[in-house]
């Protein structure tokens, strides 16, 4: 099993330009999780989905789009590129959560440089 | 608001000593608390998870404790290896009935082993 996979590892946009991060995970998970890691700051979660064809926004969702078409995906889309969206981007998933066996499997991230 | 506090910052030792690492949160309603491990240019990895009622967790050479009453966690190296170099992350889960679980990640604590 792969587990969690991210595409592409690195990518260096223009103000204002558009891309998507893709994520794909092998292990049938439900829940599945964007992530942006900022040097001395926690993990801060973007959007999240429960299931094929949901999605939620998290806690810093502006300026993101996504999209889970099907069960082992979950896309991340910058329409218009910002420098403040320069940052390493953690994809995640988990079964369904419970009290003790929440526990999220993380891709190896895509570092994003936004000129 | 939710927050997680990690220290110290830096942390360098000598390989063959024992370390132990703070985490202090004010998360309510509290669920369940996490560590993992990351490694430089990777996703995180879970190390141990504790719910309220458990007070330690052993994970081969990673001992972590929960003091819910006092809101503490520590993660604790026994006889640390040059492998365990990375930052290391407590992430505290709340959860309340009827919403989605809320993780508050810390900004973690960077261990440095050297030979």
């Known amino acids: 099993n792969a587990g969690v996979t991210q595409t592409p590892k690195f990518r260096v946009l223009k103000t204002g330009q558009s891309m998507t991060l893709l994520c794909a995970q092998d292990?049938?998970?439900?829940?599945m999780y964007w992530y942006r890691q900022d040097p001395g700051m926690g993990l801060r979660l973007i959007h999240y989905s429960v299931g094929e064809g949901t999605t939620a926004k998290g806690e810093v969702p502006d300026g993101y789009n996504v999209s889970r078409l099907k069960k082992q995906n979950f896309l991340l889309g910058l329409e218009s590129a910002a420098p403040s969206q320069t940052s390493v981007y953690f994809c995640?998933?988990?079964?369904?959560?419970?009290?003790?066996?929440?526990?999220?499997?993380f891709g190896p991230g895509t570092r994003l440089t936004v000129l | 608001k939710n927050q997680v506090e990690q220290s110290p910052q830096s942390l360098i030792i000598l390989e063959g000593k024992n370390c132990t690492l703070q985490c202090n949160y004010t998360v309510s309603p509290f669920s369940n608390l996490r560590w993992y491990k990351q490694d430089t240019g990777r996703g995180p990895v879970s190390l141990t998870i504790m719910t309220f009622s458990e007070n330690t967790k052993s994970n081969g050479r990673y001992t972590a404790t929960l003091d819910a009453d006092t809101k503490q966690s520590s993660l604790h190296i026994t006889a640390s290896q040059l492998s365990d170099s990375a930052s290391y992350i407590c992430?505290?889960?709340?959860?309340?009935?009827?919403?989605?679980?809320?993780?508050?990640f810390g900004s973690g604590t960077q261990l440095t082993v050297l030979p």
């Open positions: 292990m049938n998970h439900e829940y």
């Open positions: 992430v505290v889960s709340a959860h309340s009935p009827g919403s989605a679980r809320q993780l508050t």
């Open positions: 995640a998933s988990s079964y369904r959560p419970t009290l003790s066996t929440d526990t999220q499997y």
